[in-house]
């Protein structure tokens, strides 16, 4: 079992920035991902980024790719989510997901993660 906790939302102005984080419980495998769905009102939870715990290896949905970085510190066993020059239609909720068995043709799908975050809040309005 991993628990998943978020933190770091909030209210931003377009073009600025704000760091999530996800601190995950446990590590199960060297096939462990990590990612970030957002979800905005009225539509579906969309892929945003995902890691490779063991390689590092990011995974970016192409509407933030050069925007967002998203990185992992092994010490702290979190994963961040690093936003830039965010723009209006970047608004959702945004939430942590983590599996160990997940394969590399899976990890932009939702349903294939086991274990989610609460979520958080970010809204990008002036």
């Known amino acids: 079992q991993v628990q998943l906790a978020e933190s770091g939302g909030g209210l931003v102005q377009p073009g600025g920035s704000l760091t999530l984080s996800c601190a995950a419980s446990?590590?199960?495998?060297?096939?462990?991902?990590m990612a970030w769905f957002r979800q905005a009102p009225g539509k579906e939870r969309e892929f945003v980024a995902a890691i490779n715990w063991s390689s590092r290896a990011t995974y970016y949905t192409e509407s933030v790719k050069g925007r967002f970085t998203i990185s992992r510190d092994n010490a702290k066993n979190t994963v961040n989510l690093q936003m830039n020059s965010l723009r209006p239609e970047d608004t959702g909720i945004y939430s942590c997901?983590?599996?160990?068995?997940?394969?590399?043709?899976?990890?932009?799908?939702?349903?294939?993660?086991?274990?989610w975050g609460q979520g958080t809040q970010v809204t990008v309005s002036s």
């Open positions: 997901a983590a599996d160990s068995t997940i394969i590399l043709s899976s990890i932009r799908d939702a349903r294939q993660y086991d274990y």
């Open positions: 446990a590590r199960t495998s060297s096939r462990f991902y």
